[in-house]
Every structure is written in C-alpha cells, then in structure tokens.
C-alpha cells in the first residue's frame, strides 16, 4: 500500500480518478465548499502507481523524457553526472515507491471554471500566482484547505522537491504512511526494483533521503 503496488485502499473519486477511500469525503466537502465561491474544484492526479512512477523515472533516468533545471527549462542530459541525473528527477519526480501519489491521499488540483474547455495544463507555480488562471483557486486554499484537512506538503522550497502550489496532501491519514519512509524501506525498494540509475540512488542514500524522501515537515 505504501509503495503504491496495492490498490485495496482506493475508491473512484470520478471515472478518471482514485483516491484513498476515507479521502473521498473531505474532499467533496471541501470541492462543495469552493463551488460556493464559483471554483470548480478539480483533481489532476490522485493515486499514481507504483508502475507508472517507475516509468516515469526510468524515462528520464534514460533521457527519454528530458530534465528540468529549478525554473522547469530543460537541461543537456549528457552533461550531468548520474548524481546530477538524480537531483535533476527529484526535484520534480518522486522515487518509485516513494511518490506520496502513491498512498491515494494526494492529488494534484485545479479551478475547471477558470480555464476554457481546451486549456492544456501544465501544472507549473505560474498558473497559480497572480494573474495565473488559479490564482483564486490558490488564495483559496491558503484560507480554507486546512479546515478539511488538507494541507500543501511542498508549499516552500527547501531545496529539494521543487514548490507545487497545486499538491494538496489529506494530513490525517498522510502521516500514517510518512513513518515507513526510512532508509530500511527505501532500500529494500532500490534492491527489487529495475530502477535506471539505482546504484548511484544507492551510494547516495542518505542526502537523497533526507533532501527528497522524508517527510517534508522534518527537513
């Protein structure tokens, strides 16, 4: 359940959509709440398997899909060094098996009322400041998240997951599944799974899991 290889814990949000089953409720409380003020409280991304955050990682550890340096531009690959690789798909990625996607108490949201029905989004910090399109959404949830208890896990950079004003995390079923991510679990990951750079992940555990993986209040 927490490496996102199970799915037992899930329930349909929508027809595109799951998430943990006891996150359901609050979160239509709080998307009744924001229709109040004309937001169209939508979800991007909910629960992300373990299998698709692999494929994910493993394309851009191969310079499939490309690297982003901190203002989301895209970076040579073949002039970073696998550690560099690492930083670079971290910063805006999770490890297979440690994407709190995983655990269907996170999603990714957006306002359906601000955008017109084509709108292609993008999910980058400038749709959600002033005069982005959810920048209501954003002042919203700044005010009114917490009393659902949702809250932003990746609100402030601090030097490793790069700031995602759209990640809202349910925080009372979240710090239930925060405690596993230690390095015994990180590592079993690294051992059984057919991860591109994974020797490199090893022989630098310890900033990785402290930079990237614990849980965002402790760093």
């Known amino acids: 359940m927490v490496s996102g290889q199970t799915q037992c814990h899930l329930a349909n949000l929508n027809d595109a959509c799951q998430l943990h089953a006891d996150v359901i409720a609050p979160f239509r409380s709080m998307q009744k709440s924001a229709a109040q003020q004309g937001i169209d409280l939508q979800v991007a991304s909910g629960f992300r398997s373990y299998d698709r955050q692999l494929a994910i990682w493993n394309a851009k550890a191969s310079g499939q899909k490309p690297l982003l340096d901190d203002q989301g531009q895209p970076v040579p690959f073949e002039g970073l060094s696998d550690l560099e690789k690492i930083y670079a798909i971290m910063r805006w990625s999770a490890l297979p098996g440690c994407s709190r996607h995983h655990w269907g108490t996170d999603l990714d949201a957006w306002d359906a009322s601000a955008v017109s029905a084509d709108y292609q989004l993008q999910l980058v910090p ?9 920048y209501k959404l954003a002042c919203w949830l700044d005010e009114h998240a917490a009393s659902y208890g949702f809250v932003r896990p990746f609100a402030v950079d601090k030097g490793g997951v790069a700031p995602e004003p759209w990640h809202l995390s349910y925080l009372p079923l979240a710090t239930q599944f925060e405690v596993y991510l230690s390095s015994t679990f990180v590592k079993k990951i690294l051992d059984n799974a057919p991860l591109v750079l994974g020797d490199a992940l090893k022989n630098s555990l310890d900033d990785i899991l402290e930079r990237f993986i614990c849980p965002p209040s402790q760093r």
């Open 126 to 134: 400038e749709e959600y400041q002033p005069h982005g399109p959810f």
